[in-house]
């Protein structure tokens, strides 16, 4: 039996009106759907605010989809997922509530970025390539090889290029670069020292700055004068995921031991806050209309905290999830009324593996 929250019942009127504008031909090339659940939402411990900051909303069951996922991307309305340990990456219509379409053939994929001016899905597989798949019918165009694997991938809108985090030792560890037009690898590349994790791109600056975990640092890349600054972390190891505020000159990192938040000042490189966060976080967002922070966390929760100045923040939530459930997806309002957190959840036991739709509330 489906039940409905009077919350995930507002959603799925929302989800219906959308869907009903969506053409006759993009209807045609949809899988049959999966069923969408939805749920009430879980009661999380909400520091001083009556209104939760996510409400679980509704959910897209991943029917045969093993092992543990990594990151994600949006565009055209789909959320696109990497299922890891499944060597498939999922299209999932998140107007429609669907799995629209399972792209297969990447062993190990990780990042995923899409170009809306190019029309192209770009995947990063720990083996050693980046495909480019058509993202209308998700035909594979060309692959692009990385020694040591490619990792988390950004996409520049406007140099029309994809930043690529690749390499597994000191040798070849790098940010490197794809021409999204040509699908050509650039020779723009920046030698790292030590595999890059999470990396964030300055849209009004030059810089680039990169976790690299191995290495105990925060890389710092200036693209206009090549010059690379380093900004050591002491006290704090194991720093995967990040997120940046250009505007506060903020930089967020997920570390996991010890398990916190830390927050530098992008001016100085100086840590200006560090709070306990979630454990085995995988993926941090920043989201600057409520100034709060998303940390999923494979213990089970998602950790909110809200900025209350560029140097102070607070524990606002912490969101019950379930285990593994480490990589999500964020990409601000999307349309009016349409303002959505997406949580990967593997299959555990017998339940299967799912998407976990958030509404994202004042």
């Given at each position: 039996?489906?039940?409905?929250?009077?919350?995930?019942?507002?959603?799925?009127?929302?989800?219906?009106?959308?869907?009903?504008?969506?053409?006759?031909?993009?209807t045609?090339?949809?899988?049959?759907?999966?069923?969408?659940?939805?749920?009430?939402?879980?009661?999380?411990?909400?520091?001083?605010?009556?209104?939760?900051?996510?409400?679980?909303?509704?959910?897209?069951?991943?029917?045969?989809?093993?092992?543990?996922?990594?990151?994600?991307?949006?565009g055209?309305?789909?959320?696109?997922?990497?299922?890891?340990?499944?060597?498939?990456?999922?299209?999932?219509?998140?107007?429609?509530?669907?799995?629209?379409h399972?792209?297969?053939?990447?062993?190990?994929?990780?990042?995923?970025?899409?170009?809306?001016?190019?029309?192209?899905?770009?995947?990063?597989?720990?083996?050693?390539?980046?495909?480019?798949?058509?993202?209308?019918?998700?035909?594979?165009?060309?692959?692009?090889?990385?020694?040591?694997?490619?990792?988390?991938?950004?996409?520049?809108?406007?140099?029309?290029?994809?930043?690529?985090?690749?390499?597994?030792?000191?040798?070849?560890a790098?940010?490197?670069?794809?021409?999204?037009?040509?699908?050509?690898?650039?020779?723009?590349?920046?030698?790292?020292?030590?595999?890059?994790?999470?990396?964030?791109?300055?849209?009004?600056?030059?810089?680039?700055?990169?976790?690299?975990?191995d290495?105990?640092?925060?890389?710092?890349?200036?693209?206009?004068?090549?010059?690379?600054?380093?900004?050591?972390?002491?006290?704090?190891?194991?720093?995967?995921?990040?997120a940046?505020?250009?505007?506060?000159?903020?930089?967020?990192?997920?570390?996991?031991?010890?398990?916190?938040?830390?927050?530098?000042?992008?001016?100085?490189?100086?840590?200006?806050?560090?709070?306990?966060?979630?454990?085995?976080?995988?993926?941090?967002?920043?989201?600057?209309?409520?100034?709060?922070?998303?940390?999923?966390?494979?213990?089970?929760?998602?950790?909110?905290?809200?900025?209350?100045?560029?140097?102070?923040?607070?524990?606002?939530?912490k969101?019950?999830?379930?285990?593994?459930?480490?990589?999500?997806?964020?990409?601000?309002?999307?349309?009016?009324?349409?303002?959505?957190?997406?949580?990967?959840?593997?299959?555990?036991?017998?339940?299967?593996?799912e998407?976990?739709?958030?509404?994202?509330?004042?």
């Amino acid at each position: 039996m489906i039940r409905f929250s009077a919350a995930a019942a507002l959603v799925t009127l929302a989800i219906v009106s959308v869907t009903t504008s969506w053409s006759a031909e993009q209807t045609a090339q949809k899988k049959p759907p999966a069923t969408v659940t939805s749920t009430e939402a879980q009661k999380g411990t909400d520091s001083g605010s009556k209104r939760r900051p996510l409400v679980l909303s509704g959910s897209v069951p991943l029917e045969g989809v093993k092992g543990r996922f990594d990151h994600f991307a949006f565009g055209q309305g789909r959320v696109f997922v990497s299922a890891l340990g499944n060597n498939t990456v999922e299209v999932i219509n998140v107007f429609g509530g669907i799995v629209e379409h399972t792209i297969t053939g990447v062993p190990n994929p990780q990042g995923v970025a899409f170009s809306p001016e190019m029309h192209k899905l770009f995947v990063a597989s720990a083996k050693g390539k980046v495909y480019i798949y058509d993202a209308g019918s998700y035909d594979l165009i060309s692959t692009v090889d990385f020694e040591g694997g490619a990792d988390n991938l950004r996409y520049d809108a406007a140099n029309k290029r994809v930043y690529v985090g690749c390499g597994d030792d000191e040798k070849n560890a790098a940010i490197a670069t794809i021409d999204a037009t040509t699908n050509q690898r650039l020779d723009e590349e920046y030698k790292l020292g030590g595999e890059p994790e999470s990396f964030q791109l300055e849209t009004s600056g030059p810089n680039i700055y990169v976790n690299i975990p191995d290495l105990k640092q925060i890389a710092v890349i200036n693209r206009n004068t090549k010059e690379i600054t380093r900004w050591p972390l002491t006290g704090l190891r194991l720093n995967f995921p990040m997120a940046l505020d250009e505007a506060d000159h903020r930089l967020f990192v997920g570390v996991r031991e010890p398990a916190r938040l830390a927050v530098f000042d992008t001016t100085s490189g100086h840590l200006v806050a560090s709070l306990p966060g979630a454990e085995d976080t995988d993926d941090l967002y920043y989201d600057a209309e409520h100034k709060r922070v998303y940390v999923p966390g494979g213990e089970g929760v998602i950790d909110v905290f809200q900025m209350n100045d560029p140097d102070h923040y607070r524990l606002l939530a912490k969101i019950p999830t379930a285990l593994g459930g480490r990589t999500a997806g964020y990409f601000g309002r999307q349309g009016k009324g349409f303002h959505r957190f997406f949580l990967a959840v593997p299959a555990r036991g017998g339940q299967s593996a799912e998407l976990r739709i958030y509404t994202v509330q004042d």
